[in-house]
């Protein structure tokens, strides 16, 4: 198996850009996870789906953040605008059922918002 | 608020000693996570021990999991370069603690000196 699959893994834009991450998860996993990591906050949940349903949603900073999960093949990160302070590493990760089993981690989307 | 805090937050060692890193956290647990992550790379899975199991091992690592204290400590044998790298715990919370996230510490950063 490929693993978690990210793209893009490096992206630099402009403050007030759209800025979209894609996940593909483990085939078979029926659950991802969205993870921000920085220095000061460590590894933070954005947000987690179950079977393609948002679940928990709390970690997500503001409106400015959305994600989707259209089926279980495929998910999408987005920032809109995008701000400096969003710059930080973007993980995804899947499990095979739920949060407190074994997480699968991409390999992140760095972000650097200028 | 971050359930588990790894202790020391650095170690540097030399190749071929013995590695302990430890992880204390406040509520009850389901299970505790180690995860490794070197740099600029996602986070790998390294072992899963249970609330009702108290030591696992996987090849030169060794967990240990005291619920009473609410600590884990990992051990890792024999070091070598290779195991330079930050290492996470991390933990899954009971059922009905009102929140499902694997929640992740700040890391140890280990150091194996050749």
């Known amino acids: 198996d490929a693993g978690v699959i990210q793209s893009p893994r490096h992206e630099v834009t402009e403050m007030g850009q759209e800025v979209t991450l894609r996940c593909k998860p483990i085939?078979?996993?029926?659950?991802l996870f969205w993870y921000r990591q920085t220095m000061m906050r460590g590894l933070e949940l954005l947000i987690y789906f179950n079977n393609n349903v948002p679940i928990d949603d709390s970690g997500m900073p503001e409106d400015r953040f959305s994600a989707k999960m259209p089926n279980a093949s495929f998910s999408t990160l987005k920032i809109q605008p995008s701000e400096p302070r969003d710059s930080a590493v973007y993980f995804c990760?899947?499990?095979?059922?739920?949060?407190?089993?074994?997480?699968?981690f991409g390999p992140g989307t760095r972000l650097l918002v200028l | 608020s971050q359930q588990g805090e790894e202790d020391p937050q650095a170690l540097s060692i030399q190749e071929g000693e013995n590695a302990t890193m430890n992880c204390s956290y406040k509520?009850?647990?389901?299970?505790l996570q180690w995860y490794r992550q070197n740099s600029g790379r996602g986070l790998v899975h390294l072992i899963l021990i249970r609330s009702n199991e108290r030591e696992k091992h996987s090849g030169r690592l060794r967990v240990t999991l005291d619920t009473s204290k609410k600590s884990s400590s990992l051990l890792i044998t024999a070091s070598r370069a290779a195991d330079t790298a930050s290492y996470f715990c991390a933990t899954a919370p009971t059922a009905g603690a009102g929140s499902y996230q694997l929640t992740f510490g700040k890391g140890t950063k280990l150091s194996v000196i050749p």
């Open positions: 085939s078979g996993h029926n659950s």
């Open positions: 509520t009850s647990i389901n299970n």
């Open positions: 990760a899947s499990s095979l059922d739920g949060p407190e089993e074994t997480q699968y």
